[in-house]
């Protein structure tokens, strides 16, 4: 294992010829906050076995309610998101197997052998989407102590299953990210409680697919992929054949295991759900689900860079979050873009970094930053006064120059006014106008501080550095 271990290091993804699949699997995020076929609340922090009834806990003779609507408006967006063909008709299946996590002893999916997805033949950015289907969740189990909490029984949940397109695990990583940032915009999955995935590779020449199971986070995705990858390698060096199968992934070893043959894997015995009437999807559902979906952020950032001139990376961080990239478009429209996507790429992220808070969580309004970024862009406040406006803005909103006018912030940028502070700062340090002289230009930094110090930080340090330059001569 070691050895595996040292190959996956030492290997280089240009090197292999790989073929990845990828199944992920998220919650739907549902404002409602209803599991999928009764009204217990969707929250991950309730104390176990508090938020259950008869229905997601399988109590006999218990019948589902009728799918939360929301959820199903969800995955249709989902779908739509991706570019899949929905279908018009979707029944769900009972997916039976014995399972301590399973009280009804079967899964209520639109997963499996006769199943009809949600959405079909899709395309996320080159990679094939194969479906995208919804299913509840089953219980929590814990093998160590036998218990079981049903909190979780019930919760609806998307799995996106794509076609064996990627090729590296960077790739993979990569598109991974952007699939999340693309359905943040439409908020559909909530992504606190994680998103999992099964990950499928296969090696050359024979591509013979092997299945990961549950691996847990981008960073693991990663690693079973380079492993797996190593792993199936060497078999094929060594002359021997990929064996098709299910391994599971273990994390804490970083290493997959044998789980199960491919040819053994389990019958479900799938049958439609007959508490379930079929859930009838529209053309024009569809259409105005379609109309209803946002700008994909590979498209803002294409816009962005054309249309604005804007950095790649920039355009990249701005289009990451659906209220950044709108903030970014209003504030582009009203000052230069280049000038907004610096203050709010770099600027605005400093500072919500700083208080480790999301842009949801502040009450940054589009108005006030228009208002700061104008005073910026016509040099009416220096850049360092902006920085500590922008501080406390994130804390409270406030009118901007209101706020400047009354603080008397305005930058010092009238030349005679400046030529004074200049030739006072001259006078008062004649040892440090010598060194300049003289070529220590280190003497002309201390001499813009003398004069920064008079303005009280309302000029502008190049602009000072100029006219010391000058007068000194
Ligand atoms: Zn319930």
């Given at each position: 294992?070691?050895?595996?271990?040292e190959a996956a290091?030492?290997?280089h993804?240009?090197?292999?010829?790989?073929?990845?699949?990828l199944?992920v699997h998220g919650?739907i995020?549902?404002?409602?906050k209803?599991?999928?076929f009764?009204?217990?609340?969707?929250?991950?922090?309730?104390?176990?076995?508090?938020?259950i009834?008869?229905v997601c806990?399988?109590?006999?003779?218990?019948?589902?309610m009728l799918?939360n609507s929301?959820?199903i408006?969800k995955?249709?967006a989902i779908?739509?998101?991706?570019d899949c063909?929905i279908?018009?008709?979707?029944?769900f299946?009972r997916k039976?197997?014995?399972?301590p996590?399973?009280?009804t002893?079967?899964?209520r999916t639109?997963?499996?052998?006769?199943?009809?997805p949600?959405?079909?033949e899709?395309?996320f950015l080159?990679v094939?989407?194969e479906e995208?289907?919804?299913?509840?969740?089953?219980?929590?189990?814990?093998?160590e102590?036998?218990q079981?909490?049903?909190?979780r029984?019930?919760?609806?949940?998307?799995e996106?299953?794509t076609?064996p397109?990627?090729?590296?695990?960077e790739e993979?990583?990569?598109?991974?990210?952007k699939l999340t940032?693309?359905?943040s915009?439409?908020?559909a999955?909530?992504?606190?409680l994680g998103?999992?995935?099964?990950v499928n590779?296969s090696?050359?020449?024979a591509f013979d697919?092997v299945?990961i199971?549950?691996?847990?986070?981008?960073?693991?995705i990663v690693?079973a992929i380079e492993?797996?990858?190593?792993?199936?390698?060497?078999?094929?060096r060594?002359?021997?054949?990929?064996?098709?199968?299910?391994?599971?992934?273990?994390?804490?070893?970083?290493m997959?295991?044998?789980m199960?043959?491919k040819?053994?894997?389990?019958?479900?015995l799938f049958?439609p759900?007959?508490d379930?009437?079929?859930?009838k999807v529209?053309?024009?559902e569809?259409r105005?689900?379609?109309?209803k979906?946002?700008?994909?952020?590979?498209?803002?950032v294409?816009?962005?860079?054309?249309n604005?001139?804007i950095?790649h990376?920039?355009?990249e961080?701005?289009?990451?979050e659906?209220?950044l990239?709108e903030?970014?478009e209003?504030a582009?429209a009203a000052?230069?873009p280049?000038?907004a996507?610096?203050w709010?790429?770099?600027?605005?992220l400093r500072v919500?970094?700083?208080?480790?808070k999301?842009l949801e969580e502040?009450n940054?309004d589009?108005m006030?930053i228009?208002?700061?970024?104008?005073?910026?862009e016509?040099?009416?406040?220096?850049d360092?006064?902006?920085r500590s406006?922008?501080?406390?803005?994130?804390e409270?909103p406030?009118?901007?120059?209101?706020y400047?006018?009354k603080?008397n912030?305005?930058?010092?940028?009238?030349?005679?006014?400046?030529?004074?502070?200049?030739?006072?700062?001259i006078?008062?340090?004649p040892a440090?106008v010598?060194?300049?002289k003289?070529?220590?230009?280190?003497?002309?930094?201390?001499?813009?501080g003398?004069?920064?110090?008079?303005?009280?930080g309302?000029?502008?340090p190049?602009?000072?550095a100029e006219?010391?330059?000058?007068m000194?001569k």
């Amino acid at each position: 294992m070691q050895q595996i271990a040292e190959a996956a290091a030492k290997s280089h993804d240009s090197e292999r010829k790989l073929k990845i699949g990828l199944e992920v699997h998220g919650y739907i995020n549902v404002e409602n906050k209803a599991k999928l076929f009764c009204n217990c609340e969707i929250d991950a922090g309730a104390q176990p076995n508090t938020t259950i009834c008869p229905v997601c806990t399988g109590q006999p003779g218990s019948k589902p309610m009728l799918p939360n609507s929301e959820a199903i408006d969800k995955i249709i967006a989902i779908a739509a998101m991706l570019d899949c063909r929905i279908n018009g008709r979707l029944v769900f299946q009972r997916k039976h197997y014995d399972w301590p996590d399973m009280p009804t002893g079967y899964q209520r999916t639109m997963s499996g052998s006769y199943a009809v997805p949600v959405g079909q033949e899709g395309n996320f950015l080159g990679v094939g989407i194969e479906e995208v289907h919804l299913e509840e969740d089953p219980a929590r189990w814990d093998p160590e102590t036998g218990q079981v909490d049903y909190n979780r029984s019930g919760y609806p949940l998307v799995e996106i299953v794509t076609k064996p397109d990627l090729k590296t695990a960077e790739e993979a990583r990569v598109w991974l990210r952007k699939l999340t940032t693309t359905l943040s915009y439409i908020k559909a999955i909530n992504q606190d409680l994680g998103i999992k995935a099964d990950v499928n590779v296969s090696v050359a020449p024979a591509f013979d697919r092997v299945e990961i199971k549950n691996v847990n986070s981008f960073r693991s995705i990663v690693r079973a992929i380079e492993y797996e990858a190593a792993r199936q390698q060497m078999e094929v060096r060594e002359g021997r054949e990929v064996a098709r199968e299910t391994r599971a992934w273990k994390d804490t070893d970083g290493m997959s295991v044998f789980m199960r043959q491919k040819e053994t894997s389990v019958d479900y015995l799938f049958i439609p759900d007959p508490d379930l009437p079929a859930v009838k999807v529209t053309a024009s559902e569809v259409r105005k689900a379609a109309e209803k979906l946002p700008e994909k952020p590979a498209a803002k950032v294409e816009r962005y860079v054309k249309n604005w001139k804007i950095d790649h990376v920039d355009a990249e961080v701005l289009s990451s979050e659906i209220l950044l990239a709108e903030l970014f478009e209003k504030a582009a429209a009203a000052v230069n873009p280049i000038l907004a996507a610096k203050w709010l790429r770099r600027e605005l992220l400093r500072v919500l970094n700083y208080s480790k808070k999301g842009l949801e969580e502040v009450n940054v309004d589009e108005m006030h930053i228009i208002q700061l970024l104008k005073l910026v862009e016509g040099r009416k406040v220096t850049d360092e006064t902006a920085r500590s406006i922008l501080e406390k803005l994130a804390e409270k909103p406030f009118d901007v120059e209101e706020y400047v006018k009354k603080n008397n912030l305005f930058a010092v940028g009238e030349t005679d006014v400046l030529e004074k502070y200049c030739g006072e700062a001259i006078i008062e340090n004649p040892a440090a106008v010598a060194d300049y002289k003289s070529g220590k230009e280190k003497a002309l930094n201390f001499m813009v501080g003398a004069v920064m110090q008079k303005s009280k930080g309302k000029a502008t340090p190049q602009r000072v550095a100029e006219i010391l330059k000058r007068m000194i001569k």
